[in-house]
């Protein structure tokens, strides 16, 4: 079965550092992927997508991911977090299932940033 | 309007009784989608509108859920003799087919 897996459930960070989200995902053939981030009490906003072509993906506020196929992953990244970034980060990925298209979610990862 | 609108934001109900949410797609998507986002479960798909085909309900936890969309646009869940377990974050969607999906800002809903 289709499964997406972040294995990190928390994840703190100094305000100014590096941050790397892991995602990984299960699937028998290549994937639309997608990250999406949740501040307190909003919906999800889209981060950035891959669907196919360049395998490093730019986003919104900064937010690249790349997509290893080799790994089965698509991990997200920005060299330098800010106190806004905090929020619940989602990992999807996204099945056509007879002509519909379905997201898979990961669990999550909640990010503290220290000031 | 520009995104995907839901009503309400909030909702307190007592066991028992039935809860109508709503959905106002994005203007001229074609796909519907409602999520469900609960401590411990993460999002979790319930239900999937296409156009004028059959929705896709295999996500529906049970008959006490059910949703409609009408004139291809406006969509209602439902939820009859809610019990406390469906305390959630209700998430509509919208998309054009096969395309990026966004998200409303969700009906949370706690059953008291």
């Known amino acids: 079965a289709q499964s997406v897996t972040q294995p990190d459930i928390h994840i703190t960070v100094s305000e100014g550092a590096s941050l790397e989200l892991r995602c990984n995902y299960s699937?028998?053939?290549?994937?639309?992927l997608f990250w999406y981030v949740q501040s307190p009490g909003q919906g999800l906003q889209l981060l950035l997508k891959?669907?196919?072509?360049?395998?490093l993906v730019q986003g919104i506020k900064g937010f690249e991911a790349e997509f290893k196929r080799s790994q089965s992953s698509f991990n997200l990244r920005k060299p330098s977090v800010h106190w806004s970034d905090a929020a619940e980060y989602f990992c999807a990925v996204g099945l056509i299932i007879q002509g519909a298209q379905k997201l898979v979610f990961g669990q999550g990862t909640r990010l503290t940033i220290n000031p | 309007g520009a995104g995907v609108s839901q009503s309400p934001s909030n909702k307190v109900t007592e066991k028992g009784k039935d809860v109508e949410l709503r959905c106002d797609p994005i203007s001229g998507h074609t796909a519907l989608y409602w999520y469900r986002q609960s401590l411990g479960q993460g999002l979790e798909f319930l239900i999937y509108?296409?156009?004028?085909?059959?929705?896709?309900k295999s996500g529906l936890p049970s008959d006490r859920f059910s949703a409609e969309r009408t004139g291809g646009s406006v969509s209602t869940l439902t939820i009859q003799r809610t019990q406390q377990e469906d305390s959630a974050v209700y998430l509509c969607?919208?998309?054009?087919?096969?395309?990026?999906?966004?998200f409303g800002e969700g009906s949370w809903l706690t059953v008291v």
């Open positions: 509108f296409q156009g004028n085909s059959a929705p896709d």
């Open positions: 891959y669907f196919s072509g360049d395998t």
């Open positions: 699937y028998g053939a290549t994937p639309y």
């Open positions: 969607a919208s998309s054009l087919t096969g395309n990026t999906i966004y």
